[in-house]
């Protein structure tokens, strides 16, 4: 994935969510942001300086709708910033998930009726081809875990090292290079 490209990715995770707060996993599900989610989603605004050569977003209203608030209305939808599919977890708690899956997590164990992690890392690369072959900075708004398994990615690591990377709703991370070496420049802030 190693590229001499000297573009930036900026990462933002959507607003919260009743779920997000509740610690629920949301794929497919298409919630609105709480009051405070788009309080926060506003407050971006400032600290997203562009120009950016695009601007992306996940489907999913709680990402557009982040975007519209930090003032990106023109977001261009990509299909592939959705969250992982969680499948028959969507809606569940970690600690619900593991009643039955001792040990769980999105990272280690796969999701019944879900995508698997070779699915995520394949649209996480579409994803970066896009970024690497713009002219300068890119703008994406998504998903928590979908974000993490972009941002290993991004550092040639296998899908499953997004656990190494805790990512709140509301931040803003940068993904860049040092010379042709991809790092990591800001992290959730």
Same mark, same amino acid.
């Given at each position: ?5 000297? !573009?930036?990715? %900026? ?7 009743? %779920?997000?707060?509740? *610690? ?7 919630? #609105?942001?709480? $009051?405070?989610?788009?309080?926060? *989603? ?24 982040? $975007? ?8 261009? +939808?990509? #299909? ?21 899956? #001792?040990?769980?997590? +999105?990272?280690?164990? #796969? ?11 394949? &649209?996480?690369?579409? +994803? ?13 708004? *998504? ?5 993490? $398994? ?25 993904? *860049? ?8 420049? &800001? %992290? !959730?802030?």
């Amino acid at each position: 994935m190693s590229s001499g490209s000297g !573009n930036e990715v %900026w990462i933002v995770r959507h607003g919260e969510t009743e %779920w997000s707060a509740s *610690g629920k996993h949301t794929s497919f599900t298409d919630l #609105p942001l709480t $009051a405070h989610g788009e309080e926060v *989603g506003r407050s971006l605004a400032g600290e997203l300086v562009g120009p950016f050569d695009a601007v992306l977003t996940s489907p999913r209203l709680r990402a557009r709708r982040t $975007a519209q608030l930090a003032g990106y209305d023109d977001a261009e +939808v990509d #299909p592939d910033l959705v969250e992982w599919n969680y499948g028959d977890y969507e809606g569940l708690t970690t600690a619900t998930i593991r009643e039955t899956v #001792p040990g769980w997590t +999105v990272w280690t164990h #796969p999701s019944v009726g879900g995508e698997s992690a070779v699915e995520v890392a394949a &649209r996480c690369d579409r +994803v970066i081809a896009r970024v690497r072959q713009a002219a300068g900075p890119v703008l994406i708004f *998504g998903h928590g875990h979908s974000l993490r $398994a972009l941002t290993a990615r991004w550092l040639d690591l296998d899908v499953a090292q997004g656990c190494h990377f805790r990512l709140d709703t509301a931040t803003i991370s940068v993904l *860049g290079y040092e010379r042709e070496t991809p790092v990591i420049k &800001r %992290w !959730n802030a």
